[in-house]
């Protein structure tokens, strides 16, 4: 079993940074690939952005190209998405997956954490 934690979640006005965490813990050599997903109020959960452990495969979102950046600290076990110049549109909660085989689409991702709120202000 793996384990994941998110922190990093809160209320900003549009323009501003956040930097989310995810911590993993339990058999996370087992894991392939981790992923942020977001999920608005009244919408289905998208996908955000996804990273290999090795740092060699990362992927965005079209909407989050230039703003967001996933970076992972494998000695920690934690996944980053630092978010800048965020827009009222990107408030939603935010998960982390983790896949243990390549993730192409949201039933790819085996483990999930329970979400943060990121709620951005006009």
Known sequence: QVQLVESGGGLLQAGGSLR?????????????????????????REFVARITWSGTWIDYADFVKGRFTISRDNAKKTVYLQMNTLKPEDTAVYYCAASVRVPVVATDYDYWGQGTQVAVSA
């Not at 965490?21 to 058999?27: D, H, I, T, V, Y």
């Not at 996370?28 to 992923?35: D, F």
Request: glycine content about 12%; aromatic content about 12%; charged content about 15%.
């Open 20 to 44: 989310l965490s995810c911590a993993a813990s339990g058999r996370t050599s087992s894991t392939y690939a981790m992923g942020w997903f977001r999920q608005a109020p009244g919408k289905e």
